[in-house]
């Protein structure tokens, strides 16, 4: 068990959707990651929050969006739901720094129907 | 941009052997992390390295900067070992960049 904890663990909707995942970090990290990975795209990052802020920035559509909050945990809201964002979405936290381990969660196995 | 490539794609082991598996990056990069995905889909981090060689119970990650190659092994291979070993790089503060795995079947 990572100590990352993501839920739901599955999500089944229809194209045209909003659906939210969430993510609670280990405690005491600060940084929260979100990872897609798609059967023909392999793993990509979407994006990291440090202490309610983004850090940075990966291949996230403009239909995504993800906020942190105060208490550090993190929702990634996808919109306008597509065939193809069908996929594992993974949230890893770490202590803070870009250069340390990263603890993933178990996943959203997210089916657009 | 920073390609990372793996090989073999695929790898079908019987218990007891010596596994390598390979990573190959094309930029110069501050760190390399092996990462493990359990048939449930479950990831889990073995190691993050930048220089040399790490070591943990069967599990042996070693990297050669200059080559931009890292290798993960796996000695006395169980059919616990079978899952998908994915390497990924961070090229100074950009985020992770991905392998596209290597999947590990490990038979009794």
């Known amino acids: 068990d990572s100590g990352v904890t993501q839920t739901p663990k599955h999500l089944i909707t229809a194209t045209g959707q909003r659906v939210t995942l969430r993510c609670s970090p280990r405690?005491?990290?600060?940084?929260v990651y979100w990872y897609q990975q798609s059967l023909d795209q392999g793993l990509q990052f979407l994006i990291q929050?440090?202490?309610?802020?983004?850090?940075a920035k990966g291949n996230i559509l403009e239909r995504f969006s993800a906020q942190q909050f105060p208490d550090l945990h993190s929702e990634l809201n996808l919109s306008s739901l597509e065939l193809g964002d069908s996929a594992l979405y993974f949230c890893a936290s770490s202590g803070g720094a870009i250069q340390e381990t990263q603890y993933f969660g178990p996943g959203t196995r997210l089916l657009v129907l | 941009k920073n390609e990372v490539e793996q090989s073999p794609q695929n790898l079908t082991a019987q218990e007891g052997e010596f596994i390598t598996i390979n990573c190959s990056y094309s930029?110069?990069?501050?760190?390399l992390h092996w990462l493990q995905q359990h048939p449930g889909g479950g990831i889990v981090s073995l190691f993050m390295?930048?220089?040399g060689k790490k070591k943990h119970g069967r599990l042996i990650a070693t990297i050669n900067i200059q080559e931009k190659h890292s290798s993960l092994h796996i000695t006395a291979s169980h059919p616990r070992d079978s899952a998908v070993y994915i390497c990924a790089v961070l090229s100074g503060n950009t985020p992770l960049v991905f392998g596209k795995g290597t999947r590990l079947s490990v038979i009794a």
């Open positions: 390295l930048s220089s």
């Open positions: 405690s005491g990290d600060l940084s």
């Open positions: 929050y440090y202490n309610g802020e983004e850090r």
């Open positions: 930029v110069g990069i501050s760190a």
